[in-house]
Structure formats: C-alpha cells, structure tokens
C-alpha cells in the first residue's frame, strides 16, 4: 500500500512567487493535514481538509492556503513568497480525527 | 483550549542508560495523545498512542508511555537508550478538529 506522498521534493523560488505544494494521502483517507517545520520551530500546524471542507487553520497568514479535491488529494498554496517561508512542508493524512497520522516525505522549500 | 508542553529540549543519555522525554498537555475534554520520531531526513513515524484504553501504552521499538490525568502528563519512556534512538520526538494532542505538536525534544545517545 502507498504512503503518503508529496511532491516535488525540493522546491526553489524566488522571493514574491507563488509555491504550489501536491500530496496524495493514503487510499481511504479522507482528513489530510499541513504543516511547516522550520529551523528551530518545530512543526506548526497549517491546515486541515476533511472530505473536501477546511476543518482548521493554524495561526499563519492568508496567504498560506489550500484545497481538497474530490480524490482527497490536496494542494497548499504560498503566495507572494518571503525568505521565512524556507521550510520543509509536510503533510499527513488520517482516517478519522484523533486516529493516527501518517506523513509523508516533505517538500523542503527554499525561497531566494 | 489545548496546549501541550514538551519540557526539555534536548535530552542526551548515554547508551543503556534509561530514557525520559516529558510531555504535559492541557485540554477541556479527553484527547487523543500520541507520540511521534522524526529520524535526520526521514518522515515522522508514530510511537504510540493513547485513546482513553490502557493508561499505559506500550510502542515500537521499546517505548512506552503512561497517560496520567491528575498530573496532565504523557511521558514517553525506554528502559535502555540505544544509538539508534537518536532523533527528534514530539509529543501530540488531538481532538475537537485540532491537532498540536509540542516544540520537540531532541534526544542524543552517547556511547
């Protein structure tokens, strides 16, 4: 069975461009979850899709946003991209809330 | 509200010795509590779990941790740290449409 899987797995921008980051949960997953672990941060929360609906946004600017698809796959979207957003971006996906999580790989973005 | 507080940083043992990384929590309701590993360059993979059953929760790899309401605590434990063991551990709460990491604790193993 696949895990979850992220892509790309590197990503280099510019400052002010726009980052888009896929994932793809594990089949029959529904609840798909981002996250942002820079340097020194830890992982912090970004969003949460279930069934197609955003559950939750952690503390982060409009700028940061997403979406689900019909297939439960999402995408995280940067805009106007800014130094402090070089992190590696992981996303997770669960079956049911408060069940466990499983991750994928990341995406480490590095913005110039 | 829920919060959780991983209370040490960095943790360093020297191998064989026992492990201790310490976790509270807070939540208006009764949460989920998990503990994860990310290894240098790899994904995190789940430890353990605590979903209201046994208090105490035996993991992979020789971890465990116990559930404790009236302290809010959800250390995780090994008796004998191996080199391996070396990585960074987070501490979990989840519930109510929410789920938070702790800050880390990153644990070195000494030979």
């Known amino acids: 069975e696949a895990g979850v899987t992220q892509s790309p797995t590197h990503l280099i921008k510019t400052r002010g461009q726009q980052a888009t980051l896929r994932c793809s949960p594990i089949?029959?997953?529904?609840?798909v979850y981002w996250y942002q672990q820079a340097l020194g941060l830890g992982l912090q929360f970004l969003l949460w899709y279930d069934e197609g609906e955003e559950r939750n946004r952690g503390n982060f600017p409009p700028r940061f946003s997403g979406r689900q698809f019909p297939n439960y796959s999402s995408e995280l979207n940067v805009n106007a991209l800014e130094l402090e957003d070089s992190a590696l971006y992981l996303c997770?996906?669960?079956?049911?809330?408060?069940?466990?999580?499983?991750f994928g790989q990341g995406t480490r973005l590095t913005v110039v | 509200a829920q919060s959780v507080t991983q209370l040490d940083s960095h943790v360093s043992v020297s191998e064989g010795t026992p492990v201790l990384l310490r976790c509270n929590y807070s939540?208006?309701?009764?949460?989920?509590l998990f503990w994860y590993v990310q290894h240098p360059n790899k994904g995190l993979q789940l430890l353990l779990k605590?979903?209201?059953?046994?208090?105490l929760v035996k993991g992979i790899n020789g971890f465990e941790a116990e559930f404790k309401k009236s302290e809010t605590s959800f250390h995780l434990t090994k008796p004998s740290a191996h080199m391996s063991d070396a990585a960074e551990y987070f501490c979990?709460?989840?519930?109510?449409?929410?789920?938070?990491f702790g800050a880390g604790t990153r644990l070195f193993v000494k030979a």
């Open positions: 997770a996906s669960s079956l049911l809330e408060n069940t466990e999580a499983f």
């Open positions: 089949s029959g997953h529904t609840s």
């Open positions: 979990v709460v989840s519930g109510s449409f929410k789920t938070i």
């Open positions: 605590y979903t209201s059953a046994a208090t």
């Open positions: 939540s208006s309701y009764s949460p989920s």
